[in-house]
C-alpha cells in the first residue's frame, strides 16, 4: 500500500494490523480520484471510516488542504497517525477516534462544510444512504461537493439522495465506487 501520486507519490503507507479494515487497493485508489480530479487546488476533505488514512492522505498528496480523519478502531487511529507524520501532513490533518454517527454529529456542531468526503464503512455494516442523509440535511458538504462511496459489488446505492446526485459508478471485483455531487435543490 503506497501514496500513488502527487507530492508524497510511492510513500509506502502502513495497513492496520489484523482483518478490521479493508484498505483501498492502489488500483481502485487510482482509478477513484482519476474520476474525481486528478489533482485539486485545496479543498477540504473528511477520511469517514479512514481505517490506515490512505484515501485522505492520497488526497493531501494531490493538493487537499486539508482532511480531518475518522475511526473508531484505536489501532486504526495510531496508524493513521503514523502514517500522517510519514507523508509530513501534521499541519494539514486532524485525526479523530470516534463512530461515525457521532462524529456526523460533532462536525455539524463545528460548522464545517466539506468540498470531498470519503466513506468506506465496512461492507458487513453499510450505512451509506442513511449517513448521506443525515450530511445533506445538515448541510456537511458544499454546493457542488462530492461524497465517494467505496463498497461491495452487490450493493445497490440509490441514483439519489436529498440533494445527491450519482455521476458516476464503477465496478473493480468485488469492490464498487459511486459518486455524488451535491446540487443546490
Known amino acids: 500500500m503506497r501514496v500513488v501520486s502527487g507530492i508524497c507519490k510511492g510513500r509506502p503507507l502502513k495497513a492496520v494490523p489484523g482483518n478490521s479494515t479493508r484498505p483501498t487497493t492502489d488500483k481502485v485508489k487510482e482509478a477513484l480520484f482519476n474520476m474525481i480530479g486528478p489533482y485539486f487546488d485545496g479543498g477540504i476533505g473528511l477520511d469517514l471510516f479512514a481505517g490506515s488514512g490512505g484515501l485522505g492522505l492520497e488526497a ?8 480531518i480523519f475518522i475511526d473508531r478502531d484505536a489501532k486504526a487511529i495510531q496508524v493513521i497517525h503514523e502514517n500522517i507524520k510519514a507523508c509530513k501532513f501534521e499541519e494539514k490533518t486532524e485525526v479523530y477516534r470516534n463512530d461515525a454517527d457521532r462524529a456526523v454529529k ?12 470519503f466513506l468506506d464503512p465496512p461492507y458487513k455494516k453499510q450505512q451509506l444512504v442513511s449517513l448521506m442523509e443525515k450530511m445533506d440535511q445538515q448541510d456537511l458538504v458544499k454546493t457542488n461537493g462530492i461524497v465517494v462511496c467505496e463498497h461491495g459489488h452487490d450493493v445497490d446505492l440509490p ?21 455524488y455531487v451535491r446540487n443546490r435543490e
Open 60 to 67: 493531501l498528496s494531490r493538493g487537499f488542504e486539508k482532511v
Open 106 to 117: 460533532a462536525l455539524i456542531k463545528r460548522a464545517i462544510r466539506f468540498d470531498y468526503i
Open 159 to 179: 441514483k439519489t439522495v436529498g440533494r445527491f446526485t450519482e455521476i458516476k459508478h464503477e465496478q473493480y471485483g468485488i469492490i464498487a465506487v459511486t459518486i
